[in-house]
């Protein structure tokens, strides 16, 4: 590369930079819009409910209080020890259902017959709700954690099975002809070809099983264990603390957020296509 060359690579490598610090500047500054167009509309709903007479008690739902709340909250180091509770609940829940939806998947975009046959099943099983699962998994299982396991399990295994099956069947053909052509097996299709061309759905697929088992997580500690997201809830709703109550909400949508933007850099990274 000579130093014409090289400086032009260097120049329209610094416009990509300029480029997308620009674009990260305006993403940033919509969603700060954004965020005060929400804490208006918050606010205007909030008085016009809770300061009529007789609900004086609910004036903890405000923006003022909650947000005052959520400052302590975050200095409690009892509020940590539940973030890392419910965080370790989503993690394991979500791990069993890949560990299972994942091969599952696989297979069953690989053999088109295969997927004829299971596409009843797993659809009469996907539209049970996760939360219907709670008496069976408090009757087969002996502690409650295990019991949240399995519900999250239940909860995000059909998505990480379904997208990854959808990313299969899209594969480009001629990618897996030219293979079969040069002696492939189905094993070695499926690990050089297939896994590699389904990431993008597979990190789709864990992003959307993120945002459900985060839905359920919250009703699943309902069942009685004594830390968590969920059990400072109703903890809070039992104590009639419901400025705390609304900033364990605004932290579990925080949290969420927070783990949602870091699989989606991820997947980022992976968005291209074999097609």
Known sequence: MDLTEK???????????????????????????????????WSVIGYGLFTRPGYEQFTGFLPVPTLESLYHLVLDKAFWVSVASSIRRVIVGILIAFLLGLPFGLIIGFYKKLRMITYPPIQFLRMIS???????????????????YF???????????????????????????MARSQGA??????????????????????RLALGIAWIVLVPAEFL???????YLINDARDTLEYDRLMAILIAIGIIGFIIDSGIKSIQNLFSWSWS
């Open 130 to 148: 996760p939360l219907s699962w709670m008496p069976i998994a408090l009757l087969v299982f002996a502690s409650f954690e295990s019991a949240i």
């Open 224 to 230: 009685g264990v004594t830390s968590g997201l969920g």
């Open 151 to 177: 519900l999250i399990t239940m909860a995000t295994i059909w998505p990480i099975m379904l997208n990854t099956t959808l990313g299969v069947s899209r594969v480009n053909t001629q990618w897996i002809n």
């Open 185 to 206: 097996s189905n094993s070695q299709l499926i690990y050089h070809i297939v896994i590699p061309a389904s990431i993008p759905h597979i990190l789709v697929s864990l």
């Open 7 to 41: 400086t032009l690579f260097e120049n329209t490598k610094n416009s990509d930079l300029i480029l997308q610090g620009k674009s990260l500047a305006t993403r940033m500054m919509w969603g700060i819009l954004g965020t005060l167009v929400f804490i208006v509309i």
